[in-house]
């Protein structure tokens, strides 16, 4: 199950990556098609939703990376029970809202479906394709918070520390 989900999450991050390649490639083709002469329709429309798709995918990869922006002031100042509890409590909340949000992204995405919703622009795109990455990446990323829950509630380490001493141990004097 272990190597299951950790596999979900670097797929998710090498999604990600994908398409911030997609941006890049969609950016050159609309710089050399105006120097060629050429009317360039939508690529923005595009570069959105692989902008989009992007950054809800990478969530996942970077919350067990340890590398989102973690308010920890009262983690480092608390000790033994406290921490722990103070740990648990910002998991929990964390997986309610994450799950929450993505609940709802995915409600979304199948009502856009339905409906057979399309973008406003030039290229009439079916909403739910670009709206699909940002309900699978935070469908992950719930996973990702109830993964590390599961863990601190079992006394295992989490995710973000695991990567943490990694990161320490390649990087003498490195700490977050």
């Not at 919350?63 to 000790?79: G, Q």
């Not at 929990?92 to 995915?106: Q, S």
Request: net charge positive; aromatic share 14%; with cysteine.
């Amino acid at each position: 199950m272990r190597r299951a989900l950790d596999l979900l999450y670097k797929g998710s991050g090498f999604l990600a990556g994908f398409f911030l390649v997609a941006i890049a490639a969609l950016s050159a083709a609309q710089i050399a098609a105006r120097e060629l002469g050429f009317a360039a329709y939508s690529y923005d429309d595009f570069a959105g939703f692989c902008l989009a798709a992007s950054s809800f995918l990478g969530l996942a990869y970077t919350f067990r990376e340890n590398e989102h922006i973690r308010m920890t002031l009262l983690l480092h100042h608390a000790r033994g029970g406290t921490r722990r509890a103070l740990e648990l409590a910002s998991l929990a909340v964390a997986a309610f809202l994450v799950g929450y949000f993505g609940w709802y992204a995915c409600d979304m995405t199948i009502i856009s479906y339905k409906l057979k919703d399309v973008s406003q622009g030039l290229v009439a795109v079916p909403l739910w394709i670009p709206q699909a990455g940002m309900a699978l990446g935070l469908v992950i990323l719930f996973v990702a918070t109830t993964d590390d829950f599961v863990a601190a509630l079992r006394g295992r380490s989490t995710s973000y520390d695991t990567a943490r001493a990694r990161k320490t141990e390649a990087m003498p004097g490195f700490e977050r």
